[in-house]
């Protein structure tokens, strides 16, 4: 997450919607130019002569679009506390899902951290005043994703290529509508320098992306998410540091330690 909530509310006036859809298209376009210079397209066609993993890629597309979206609107709307607990929330989300669907187990010790961490869960909800629902949207979705891409078994840059020629055209559609309506702020709106900061969309979702490991670490097992749970998360330390409101303030502070990895 890092600095990331500091650069979408760059993005205004432009609505999470067109955020988001611009994201998708300058990411497959910068992904797809990465990939011939390196020409590595061989996936292309072993992933299409696969359905059941073209479909996984599908469910993929279909959870990091809402996890992406959810994040842009909670950032720019000023929930940033509340989006920093959701990938708070996320390590205990991969630990379930891994006991659970992975039938992986963890030692006792494993236990009582995930207990710890739990606790500290409830406390920062409790301290929040209000059910988390932003926060429980993003830590389910990631979870998911990181589920289904140990599923699929590509890389960061192939997957993100399969992922977002997905979302490619409903997007593309969504941008060339909202043009048409004359709701778009590309090109409209903040001149050239507005524009190029909804270009570089892109390169803030790919350039991570490209540098992450391959898939089989996208997902941790129940062991290093415990370890995870307790890095600390910049986005939270800036959140605590803006919030107004006391109960967000102390929850920032608590929440300090957060351990996804993630391209929101």
Known sequence: MGARPLYWPLLKP?????ILAHRMVWSLALVAVALLVMRRWAWAGELLRQPRKLALVTVAAAVITVNWGVYIWAVNAGHVVEASLGYFINPL???????LILKERMRPWQWAAVGVAFTAVVVLTVGYGQPPWISL???????TYGLVKKKVNLGGIESLAAETAIQFLPALAYLLWLTASGGSTFGTQGGA??????ASTGVVTAIPSSASAPPR???????????????PSSSSCWASSTSTKPCRRSAGRASHWSGSRCRC
């Open 93 to 99: 989300v991969t630990i379930a899902l891994g006991v």
């Open 14 to 18: 432009a609505g999470a919607v067109e």
């Open 137 to 143: 949207c993003l830590a389910f979705s990631f979870g």
């Open 193 to 198: 320098g507005h524009a190029a900061l909804l």
């Open 217 to 231: 670490s996208a997902y941790r097992s129940p062991r290093s998410a415990c370890s995870s749970t307790w890095r």
